[in-house]
């Protein structure tokens, strides 16, 4: 099976106290990559250059079948959801209706995926919910129906269930799981260390600026031995 992204020797500067440095990574289709770390450990920085936002200054990105395409053709296949998503004034079909229009989607075709990716968030009929009207937990769920309403390859989530109120936190982690059944391959960063095995996904350590190892199930023994380090290591630097 082929890589839906490929990385090789990526160096990502930013000034002289900060750098992230991947030798090779490759993220395969269909499966939720959990990225971990403490902060400014480099987390944002790599979901920022898989969203092409942020310009290496060395390496390589390939998408899989776009080695010839043109950046707006590569950015189409990857969609970033911030930690903090900002919805526009209006309703919520006008944020959903907002990327598709800029793609030249209008009409039927635009109502049908926004009335699917509405369903897939579990958040149908509130097309014309106002959105300075919802719930935090309501908020995130229409920033990611935004995001999936354009059908990426790839979803990009920076701490996706942060804001996420206890009562809607469950649903929406199982709203995730299901996302690789959809064709998307789904990279997070969450300091939530159990969150990739509630999601059924893969870990990617990172720690000052660098992979620390190869990706592994979270189910593993190993991995599970691993998180337990790891939150002694955040707790002992009060993260």
């Not at 450990?41 to 776009?66: E, M, N």
């Amino acid at each position: 099976m082929e890589p839906v992204i490929s990385i090789t020797d990526l160096l990502v500067s930013q000034g002289e106290s900060f750098s992230l440095s991947i030798a090779s990574l490759d993220l395969m289709p269909r499966r939720i990559y959990a990225l971990t770390g403490p902060n400014g450990a480099g987390k944002s920085t790599l979901l920022r250059t898989l969203a092409l936002l942020t310009v290496p200054q060395r390496g390589r990105i390939r998408f899989t079948d776009a080695d010839c395409g043109s950046l707006p053709q590569q950015r189409q296949k990857v969609t970033f959801v911030e930690q903090s998503p900002y919805l526009l004034t209006g309703t919520v079909s006008d944020n959903l209706a907002f990327g598709l229009k800029l793609r030249g989607i209008r009409g039927k075709e635009q109502q049908k995926r926004i009335k699917s990716a509405l369903k897939m968030v579990g958040l149908d009929g509130f097309e014309n919910r106002k959105a300075n009207e919802l719930s935090g937990g309501e908020v995130q769920r229409v920033a990611l129906a935004r995001a999936l309403v354009l059908e990426p390859k790839v979803l990009l989530l920076d701490e996706p269930t942060s804001n996420v109120d206890s009562k809607s936190l469950q649903a929406f982690e199982t709203l995730l799981r299901r996302l690789p059944d959809h064709g998307v391959t789904v990279v997070l960063a969450t300091h939530d260390l159990f969150l990739a095995e509630r999601l059924g996904g893969e870990i990617l350590r990172i720690e000052n600026g660098c992979l620390l190892d190869r990706t592994h199930r979270s189910s593993d023994h190993n991995s599970i031995k691993e998180k337990k380090t790891w939150l002694k290591l955040l707790n002992a630097q009060g993260l």
